[in-house]
């Protein structure tokens, strides 16, 4: 059983910074790619940020210059560190990672955190 656990969201003012993690805990025997998602009601799901295994990023041009992803491989962790926050950023992030599960298949699986909301406002 794998788990991902998101934390550090809240409120922040226009212009402030956040940093969100998300923890992958579990059965794993590799992470493919990890990346960050957010949710707004009525919109679609929107990538925000994502990292391969190879370290390559990718960011959503709204968010470019101002959002950094990384990850810690000994710890399974991922984090988006948020500066500049706009009141546009405001939405319930969520955690997704691509899994290998074991050594004697090569079948990867996804998987999604429960999410943690981020609010900008004044």
């Known amino acids: 059983q794998v788990q991902l656990v998101e934390s550090g969201g809240g409120l922040v003012q226009p212009g402030g910074s956040l940093r969100l993690s998300c923890a992958a805990s579990?059965?794993?025997?590799?992470?493919?790619?990890m990346g960050w998602y957010r949710q707004v009601p009525g919109k679609q799901l929107e990538l925000v940020a994502s990292?391969?295994?190879?370290?390559?990023?990718n960011y959503a041009d709204s968010v470019k210059g101002r959002f950094t992803i990384s990850r810690d491989n000994a710890r399974n962790t991922m984090y988006l560190q948020m500066n500049s926050l706009k009141p546009e950023d405001t939405a319930v992030y969520l955690c997704?990672?691509?899994?290998?599960?074991?050594?004697?298949?090569?079948?990867?699986?996804?998987?999604w955190g429960q999410g943690t909301q981020v609010t900008v406002s004044s």
């Open positions: 997704n990672a691509r899994i290998r599960l074991s050594a004697s298949s090569n079948s990867i699986y996804n998987y």
């Open positions: 579990g059965n794993i025997f590799s992470i493919n790619a």
């Open positions: 990292e391969t295994s190879g370290s390559s990023t």
